[in-house]
T-cell receptor
Framework: GENVEQHPSTLSVQEGDSAVIKCTYSDSASNYFPWYKQELGKGPQLIIDIRSNVGEKKDQRIAVTLNKTAKHFSLHITETQPEDSAVYFCAASRSGGGADGLTFGKGTHLIIQP | DSGVTQTPKHLITATGQRVTLRCSPRSGDLSVYWYQQSLDQGLQFLIQYYNGEERAKGNILERFSAQQFPDLHSELNLSSLELGDSALYFC????????????FGPGTRLLVL
C-alpha cells in the first residue's frame, strides 16, 4: 500500500518568514495530493490540493509543488502569520474507480513566532 | 464549518462495550469516509462508502463495521472495545469519490476506560 513520509515534524519560523513542509510518497499510481490544516479540537481542513497532471499550484500565500519522478511534493507558505500556527498534514491517494481513501503523513506542527 | 456533522462529540465507555458513531455528509455528497486519528498511528483511513455501497477498505479492524443508509448518513460501529481504540474518529464526505475534495467533520472523541 501507499506510504507517505512527512518532514519536519515540528517547524518554528518567525512571523513574516516562509515555511516549507516536504512529503514523499511510495505508490507511483497515486495521482491526488491534498494538504490539510488541523487546529486544536477541530477536524482537518483542506487548504490546497494538486493532481498529478500539474507541477505547481498557488493560492495567495500558499503554494504546492509536485515532482512525480522523485515522488515528492511540498507545501510553501509565504509571509507567515500567527493564524498559520497549526498542524499540517500531507496526503496521497489514487482515484481510479472512485476508491480514494487518503494516506496521510504524520503531520508537521507549525509554530509562528511573533 | 465544513457542512459535515458528527454525533456524539464525546463518548466515554468501558472495555468490551459497543458504540455507534454517526455522520451526516454535506448536502449532495454521495461518498462518505471514516478515519481514525490517534497519537501513535496518526490519521488512518478506515473505510469508504459511495451511495450506500462499500467502495474501499483501509486499516479497519474486524471488530469495526460501517454502513451508509438510503438518506446517505453513515454509522461506524465499534464493538468489543479495547483501551487502544481510544482515538478521534472523523467522517469526511465528497461529491463522488474519485479524487474529489474530502471535507472533514469535527470528529467524535472516544475514550475507552
Amino acid at each position: 500500500g501507499e506510504n507517505v513520509e512527512q518532514h519536519p515534524s515540528t517547524l518554528s519560523v518567525q512571523e513574516g518568514d516562509s515555511a516549507v513542509i516536504k512529503c514523499t510518497y511510495s505508490d507511483s499510481a497515486s495521482n491526488y495530493f491534498p494538504w490539510y490544516k488541523q487546529e486544536l479540537g477541530k477536524g482537518p481542513q483542506l487548504i490546497i490540493d494538486i493532481r498529478s497532471n500539474v507541477g505547481e499550484k498557488k493560492d495567495q500565500r500558499i503554494a504546492v509543488t509536485l515532482n512525480k519522478t522523485a515522488k515528492h511534493f511540498s507545501l510553501h507558505i509565504t509571509e507567515t502569520q500567527p493564524e498559520d500556527s497549526a498542524v499540517y498534514f500531507c496526503a496521497a491517494s489514487r482515484s481510479g474507480g472512485g476508491a480514494d481513501g487518503l494516506t496521510f503523513g504524520k503531520g508537521t506542527h507549525l509554530i509562528i513566532q511573533p | 464549518d465544513s457542512g459535515v456533522t458528527q454525533t456524539p462529540k464525546h463518548l466515554i465507555t468501558a472495555t468490551g462495550q459497543r458504540v455507534t458513531l454517526r455522520c451526516s455528509p454535506r448536502s449532495g455528497d454521495l461518498s462518505v469516509y471514516w478515519y481514525q486519528q490517534s497519537l501513535d498511528q496518526g490519521l488512518q483511513f478506515l473505510i469508504q462508502y459511495y451511495n450506500g455501497e462499500e467502495r474501499a477498505k483501509g486499516n479497519i479492524l474486524e471488530r469495526f463495521s460501517a454502513q451508509q443508509f438510503p438518506d446517505l448518513h453513515s454509522e461506524l460501529n465499534l464493538s468489543s472495545l479495547e483501551l487502544g481504540d481510544s482515538a478521534l474518529y472523523f467522517c469526511a464526505s465528497s461529491a463522488s469519490g474519485g479524487g474529489k475534495t474530502q471535507y472533514f467533520g469535527p470528529g467524535t472523541r472516544l475514550l475507552v476506560l
